[in-house]
């Protein structure tokens, strides 16, 4: 950069413009030193307001309409309702089918094989498991780690609404065939589904494999880490 200019310098400029028939210059006013790093902290105080509100929210609809919760046949065999947990302000939602059994005797969503699976992916993608938001569709345990029935999905899908609702990603990726087709209300396979972005209520929503699948079939990673990357780019971040 070179020496500010002086003011008898500009006073010269502006006389010549003058002559020239020049009436008025743009002038940008000066950001005055600070006032990047004061915006910073006030954007930084209302993220923090913003993702306590969220942590609220959460915590009210787990109280006052999911704890204790009878309203499907899950209920009767289950050790723990597993909620769902990470950033309440994440901007990337992650949605499993159910819980299995490690899940449903810690209260915490894909904490076994398919969980470390999956951990590794978001580990992959730049993310911590706090950065993100885990769930499921439905929030607590069919036995014998079956598919979770109509009526049990009918029962729990409105929860999750919810807590997709307060947290507002910017993207959501669906794991698995019932994730998949029960968030976009389709039948198509999602050996079909899988790489394309859907919406799900205007939010983003890529369908791909399950990390369960993932175990049983490792050559498929490589599309799952496809679709992992068409969400990176549409979140303006780096695969890592
Ligand atoms: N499989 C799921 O779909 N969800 C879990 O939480 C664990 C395994």
């Known amino acids: 950069m070179g020496e500010p200019l002086k003011k008898e310098d500009i006073r010269r400029v502006l006389e010549f413009y003058r002559a020239i028939g020049v009436e008025s210059v743009p002038c940008e006013p000066k950001a005055r030193p600070g006032t990047k790093a004061k915006a910073r902290r006030l954007k930084t105080a209302e993220q923090k307001k913003g993702r306590e509100e969220k942590q609220k929210a959460l915590q009210a609809l787990f109280n006052e309409e999911i704890k204790g919760c009878t309203g499907c046949k899950l209920s009767a065999g289950r050790h723990n309702i597993v909620f769902g947990e990470g950033n309440p302000a994440a901007r990337l939602m992650f949605i499993?089918?159910?819980?299995?059994?490690?899940?449903?005797?810690?209260?915490?969503?894909?904490?076994?094989?398919?969980?470390k699976l999956l951990t590794s992916l978001i580990e992959k993608m730049g993310f911590s498991r706090e950065d993100v938001f885990i769930a499921n569709i439905v929030k607590c345990r069919p036995e014998g780690n079956r598919d979770p029935e109509e009526d049990e999905i009918e029962a729990c899908l409105p929860f999750l609404k919810k807590q997709i609702g307060i947290i507002a990603p910017e993207a959501i990726m669906a794991l698995g065939r019932v994730a998949s087709?029960?968030?976009?209300?389709?039948?198509v396979q999602i050996s079909r589904l899988r790489g394309n972005f859907k919406s799900y209520e205007g939010i983003p929503l890529m369908p791909t494999f399950h990390p369960a699948y993932l175990l049983r079939n490792r050559k498929d990673k490589a599309l799952t880490w496809q679709d992992a990357m068409q969400v990176l780019k549409l979140l303006g971040m780096d695969a890592g």
């Open 96 to 115: 499993g089918e159910a819980p299995g059994r490690e899940e449903d005797l810690q209260g915490r969503p894909f904490v076994g094989d398919a969980g």
């Open 181 to 187: 087709q029960t968030l976009l209300g389709t039948t």
